[in-house]
């Protein structure tokens, strides 16, 4: 019987990127299924349970980010989802990322470098389930409360919905208040893999952890930009100084 490294759903309309894909994923060592309808993939993924899911931003009837709304909201939740999209505009990785996708890769892309992508979100999530001591602590700030162990957040007692990148991502922060984090080492420590030149994703997942987080996200007081090298974790206090 043979054991795959991990299970992977592909939902794409064209054929032949489907095809090129799943062979590339199958040399990997991964157990490839395949469709091009987006009410056939939630069917697919309730019964497969897979350990990550790549996403075609354009399909038929029901597009990849309403896909993603449902998947979202059903049995495989927490389900690590890339979407793939010819589309590089910034509105268009807004939205998918928004609606809670995990990653956005261009086409045309590199197969290799989707494969690698790959491998580091099936990493990071298997390494979280196999160490949830990591998760066991909790952070207070004033007005910001962090429960690593229930991945709950709260902001002036109120529970605040993150999907699981921007709470990695504010995790991070969180545990080293006021330390500078380069685009790049944020990125690899998120999504443990390089950028290859594209932290627009990051960017992204910082603008929507701001809308949620802060009462007025041109003027944030949890996650400071600073102009040139990173981000960095606050809290700004009134009348501290901000790094924008």
């Not at 099936?122 to 429960?147: H, V, Y």
């Not at 290859?196 to 910082?206: A, C, F």
């Amino acid at each position: 019987m043979t054991s795959y490294e991990a299970t992977i759903l592909v939902v794409d309309d064209e054929q032949e990127i489907t095809e090129l894909i799943a062979l590339y994923l199958q040399k990997a060592g991964f157990d490839v299924h395949a469709t091009d309808n987006g009410a056939h993939a939630l069917r697919l993924a309730e019964t497969l349970q897979p350990d990550l899911i790549l996403l075609d931003v354009s399909l038929g009837r029901m597009d990849g980010v309403e896909v993603c709304r449902s998947l979202r909201q059903g049995p495989v939740a927490d389900v690590p989802i890339l979407f793939l999209s010819c589309k590089s505009e910034d509105q268009d990785i807004i939205r998918a990322l928004s609606e809670g996708g995990d990653d956005y890769i261009t086409k045309p892309f590199s197969p290799s470098q989707l494969v690698a992508r790959i491998q580091a979100h099936i990493r990071r999530r298997r390494t979280r389930e196999r160490n949830p001591e990591e998760q066991i602590s909790s952070l207070s700030f004033p007005g910001l409360d962090i429960d690593f162990h229930s991945m709950e957040v709260r902001l002036n007692g109120e529970a605040v919905s993150l999907s699981a990148k921007e709470f990695e991502l504010l995790s991070v922060m969180a545990r080293s208040p006021k330390r500078v984090f380069p685009l790049e080492e944020l990125y690899r420590k998120v999504w443990q893999t390089d950028s290859m030149g594209d932290t627009r994703t990051l960017m992204v997942h910082v603008s929507n952890l701001r809308k949620k987080l802060e009462s007025d996200p041109a003027n944030p007081r949890w996650i400071q930009t600073v102009r040139g090298f990173g981000y960095r974790f606050g809290p700004v206090d009134n009348g501290e100084e901000q790094v924008l």
